[in-house]
């Protein structure tokens, strides 16, 4: 079964600090795609960055990057310079090449403080 | 554009009522889903509609009958729900299925069953 793992339920990070947000995941496909999604307490879940799985160049959104270990089956959310507005449910998610479902981690709550 | 739009934002309904939720997207993409979403957990995938035709059923209780009109519009209609259906629905549209693509979503409807 595919599985993907939030290993830290919350964390907590000042403002202007950095944080790293853990996921695993377990599959035997050679071709998939990873995610991270934000979901602010408006609910709305937003994409925060993509990585393809054939790609071994970390993939980067402004504060936001990733640090993909393909063989470890990792992939971490590393936030920069965290702000009050990224205080959030942030959810990993993945779905291979050929499966349209998302199967999303059960999300880590970070709180931002000042 | 990157918007899915959902109304209502907020549903009071009875388990004798007779609802719809709306799903909007013109981004031009072919493949529309239907996710719920309970308190604290990720979100679990309902439905999936690709090119307007049902995809994916993921087991759900007819009590949820989704609807495809067009390309650009997906529907969710309520009837005789119970109060464990109470929950936040989420609609979301990627280009193609299967989906390399990103998944978009929109804010989500808050349905409250009495």
């Known amino acids: 079964a595919q599985t993907v793992t939030q290993s830290q339920p919350e964390m907590s990070v000042q403002e202007a600090e950095t944080v790293t947000l853990s996921c695993t995941y377990d599959?035997?496909?050679?071709?998939?795609?990873l995610f991270w999604y934000k979901q602010p307490p408006s609910r709305q879940m937003i994409l925060v960055i993509r990585?393809?799985?054939?790609?071994?160049q970390n993939a980067t959104e402004n504060r936001f990057s990733v640090n993909f270990q393909k063989a470890a089956k990792s992939f971490s959310l590393k936030i920069s310079d965290s702000q009050l507005g990224d205080a959030a449910m942030y959810f990993c998610?993945?779905?291979?090449?050929?499966?349209?479902?998302?199967?999303f981690g059960t999300g880590t709550r970070l709180q931002v403080t000042l | 554009d990157t918007e899915v739009t959902q109304t209502p934002k907020h549903l009071v309904m009875g388990m004798t009522n007779k609802k719809s939720l709306k799903c909007e997207q013109h981004?031009?993409?072919?493949?529309m889903y239907w996710y719920k979403q309970k308190a604290k957990k990720p979100p679990e995938l309902m439905f999936v509609?690709?090119?307007?035709?049902?995809?994916i059923n993921e087991s759900v209780p007819s009590r949820f009958s989704p609807e495809c009109p067009n390309s650009s519009l997906l529907n969710l209609h309520l009837h005789a729900l119970q109060p464990e259906d109470s929950a936040l629905y989420l609609c979301?549209?990627?280009?193609?299925?299967?989906?390399?693509?990103?998944?978009?979503f929109g804010p989500g409807t808050r349905l409250t069953v009495l």
């Open positions: 998610a993945y779905h291979t090449g050929t499966a349209s479902k998302l199967t």
């Open positions: 509609y690709s090119y307007e035709k049902l995809s």
């Open positions: 979301a549209s990627s280009q193609t299925l299967p989906s390399t693509d990103t998944q978009y």
């Open positions: 981004m031009g993409h072919r493949a």
């Open positions: 599959t035997s496909e050679s071709d998939y795609y």
């Open positions: 990585q393809e799985a054939y790609k071994q």
